[in-house]
């Protein structure tokens, strides 16, 4: 039997190997419209729950001049993944 070189697939790449034969797939990597929990977006920007609550009081839209996009639903307070991340990099500056 002759050896055969193997390739190298990226960590996304699942290979399934049955006796029908090899398959090859590509994992979805997390969508950028997930929808999060307060305490998943706390873990997201490493900070308590009970900072990410301050964020999204009515208090805060008027103190921050960007605050945190939110969505209050019947069952809490959900937040999309994307929506996080591009406030978060609106909360970047640029030191001189």
């Given at each position: 039997?002759?050896?055969?070189?193997g390739i190298t697939l990226p960590a996304s790449f699942v290979v399934t190997v049955s006796h029908s034969g090899t398959e090859v797939s590509q994992q979805d990597a997390p969508a950028d419209s997930d929808i999060l929990t307060v305490a998943e977006v706390a873990e997201l920007l490493k900070c308590k729950p009970s900072s990410i609550y301050n964020l999204t009081r009515i208090r805060a839209r008027t103190r921050y001049d960007c605050p945190i996009p939110v969505m209050r639903l019947p069952m809490?307070?959900?937040?999309?993944?994307?929506?996080?991340?591009?406030?978060?990099?609106s909360q970047e500056t640029n030191a001189a």
């Open positions: 039997m002759k050896h055969r070189e809490g307070l959900r937040f999309r993944r994307s929506s996080v991340l591009a406030w978060l990099r």
